[in-house]
């Protein structure tokens, strides 16, 4: 695992934009999977902005959904496959074809999550798993105590999730379940990146990588990966 500070989130956000801009110049038919949210945003607009001048070339590249709240889809504005769409998708005019995500309001979710499963196996694998944390340690929507070996799964959210939540929406929503890629899928991805800035997440940023690993701090799963990186904001990495 390696660490590296940044000194504001636009320097953050740039790098992680050249660094997926690099990957595609070398695999071009790259599996990413990248976790909506806030953290990642800069990121996104970083990576359009390099592909409008022609610094990126995002013309043959798959996506992974990394989650989403159960009940919504694309059209909630909110929504984690919403976000993703507005910041990324629809801007650089990806077409469906190229996109997997759940579809959370399926009457199967099982079979939603095998349909992902499926997916990511049939392109050989996750090229790229990029995800934020959670203020209880979660990475995607595995909550803590969810078990390392899960693909992807259906879980109750916990409190501190559904409450934190409530900044995706501008009114109150009901988060009850999510839908998301698992952690053995992070073990799997050849390159993981772990992205945090701002002052609330220097203690979990702290604890992912200094804590014991355990699925009571899923975030620590981190510490296992052999090409994973934690790349934080002067704010984010002030515990470390
Ligand atoms: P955030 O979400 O990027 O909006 O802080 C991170 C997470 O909950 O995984």
Redesign the pocket.
């Known amino acids: 695992m390696s660490f590296r500070r940044f000194p504001t989130y636009a320097e953050l956000s740039q790098h992680a934009a050249e660094h997926i801009a690099a990957l595609l110049k070398r695999k071009p038919d790259a599996l990413i999977c990248l976790?909506?949210?806030?953290?990642?945003?800069g990121t996104f607009h970083q990576l359009v902005e390099l592909a409008q001048t022609g610094h990126a070339n995002l013309n043959q590249c798959s996506f992974i959904g990394l989650d989403e709240w159960v009940g919504m889809g694309p059209d909630d504005e909110g929504s984690c496959s919403y976000h993703l769409y507005h910041d990324l998708f629809i801007p650089l005019a990806i077409p469906a074809e190229r996109i997997h995500y759940f579809n959370a309001k399926a009457d199967d979710l099982a079979a939603e999550c095998r349909r992902i499963d499926d997916a990511i196996a049939a392109h050989g694998g996750l090229d790229l798993l990029l995800?934020?944390?959670?203020?209880n340690g979660?990475?995607?929507?595995n909550e803590p105590g969810t078990p390392f070996t899960h693909y992807c799964h259906v879980i109750d959210l916990h409190e501190t999730?559904i409450t934190?939540?409530q900044?995706?929406f501008t009114k109150p929503t009901p988060l009850t379940r999510g839908i998301t890629i698992g952690l053995q899928h992070l073990m799997d991805a050849r390159e993981v990146i772990l992205?945090?800035n701002?002052h609330?997440?220097a203690p979990v940023i702290n604890q992912a990588m200094t804590a014991p690993v355990s699925t009571d701090f899923p975030a620590t799963i981190i510490q296992r990966h052999p090409n994973a990186h934690v790349w934080v904001d002067e704010a984010a990495g002030a515990l470390v």
Do not use: E, F
């Open positions: 976790a909506s949210g806030a953290t990642p945003i995800v934020g944390i959670g203020l979660h990475i995607a929507l999730t934190v939540g900044k995706y992205m945090a701002g609330g997440k």
